[in-house]
């Protein structure tokens, strides 16, 4: 899914090079994106393993965590009525 974000034709594109580390403004771009259209357990699922590959790959993981929690407080509450 975020493959698919990075590539989707409405979103303006993202260079190969700002890819990976992932940005902040990327990761809130993707969850900011998405809030509504998926449950925030699925959201919250490919947050953490966009952090798993991060690590995994010995790549930097430079997150503002107050930003990133309110996000996905945010996608939880947020979520389709479907998803509850």
Partial sequence: MILAHTGDSKVPRVMEEHRGPASESLLLDFLSRYAGVYSGSTLKNYFYG????????????????????????AVERLEPDSSK
Wanted: glycine share 4%.
């Fill in 50 to 73: 966009v952090r798993a590959w991060h690590i995994l790959h010995g790549l930097p993981w430079v997150m503002f965590d107050d930003w990133m929690m309110a996000a996905l407080t």
